[in-house]
């Protein structure tokens, strides 16, 4: 099993960004190892013209999931970035809450895989997303890697 403090830290991160908490609104209601739940209350500023969730809020919301979900099996001293994230929208967001069920499915030494199920409160599929993460050397405050290069 993955050190808790890993899990601890996957938190501490979500809380302190102000991206995430204060301009999108999203709250991390569970963290385990390779899992993550982020969830939404629908807001006014969250739909699009239709009066629906707009696709690019849940979008963000399955990129939180999944990376968050990866974050928690990376190796001590890795990073990972997004490289690719695709979603199948399946059925319009309309109000309440809505929640990214982050999963990871594979771990690879350069590259990993996790999917994200989005679903409206009652439980229906609205999404799904796929993501892949290139795994790199964390930097260090000031910019240099581990290993000691910039």
Known sequence: MREPNRLVEVRERFEASPFH??????????????????ALQVEDRHRNLLGIVHGGVIATLADTATGLAYRTVLEPGTAHVTTQLSVTYLAPGRAGRILARGRVIKRGRRIGYAEADVQDEEGALLARATALFAIVPQERPGGASPSGDQ
């Open 21 to 38: 908490r204060s301009f999108f609104g999203m709250s991390l209601e569970r963290v385990a190892e390779g899992e993550v739940d982020v």
